[in-house]
């Protein structure tokens, strides 16, 4: 049984550094690439960034794009997202999500999916 776990949200002010965790367990990890999504409230769920399951390619939506990074320990079945100079519209439930083809995961098509964890950002 393929589980994810998200870890690491809270409440912070805005400027403020976050890193969350999704830590997997029933799967080959490095098989899998990563995504992690955002649903802010009464929004739809937006793609945050994606890592290759080797960890060679990574990509952010623009609006996080260098504030966030995105890695991963496959020793450790754990990937991160590492938020950096929050600001409010980063309030959302993150979820992480496995998918184990490279095409499917850049259509934000995943198989497998955390319950996520809240962020909320006040200013």
């Known amino acids: 049984q393929v589980t994810l776990v998200e870890s690491g949200g809270g409440l912070v002010q805005a400027g403020d550094s976050l890193r969350l965790s999704c830590a997997a367990s029933?799967?080959?990890?490095?098989?899998?690439?990563l995504g992690w999504f955002r649903r802010a409230p009464g929004k739809e769920r937006e793609f945050v960034a994606l890592?290759?399951?080797?960890?060679?390619?990574?990509y952010y939506r623009e609006s996080v794009r260098g504030r966030f990074t995105i890695s991963r320990d496959n020793a450790k079945n754990t990937a991160y997202l590492q938020m950096s100079s929050l600001k409010p519209d980063d309030t959302a439930v993150y979820y992480c999500?496995?998918?184990?083809?490279?095409?499917?995961?850049?259509?934000?098509?995943?198989?497998?999916w955390g319950l996520g964890t809240q962020v909320t950002v006040s200013s």
């Open positions: 999500a496995v998918q184990g083809t490279w095409a499917r995961a850049l259509r934000n098509d995943y198989v497998f």
């Open positions: 029933g799967l080959s990890f490095s098989s899998f690439h």
């Open positions: 890592i290759s399951g080797n960890a060679g390619s990574t």
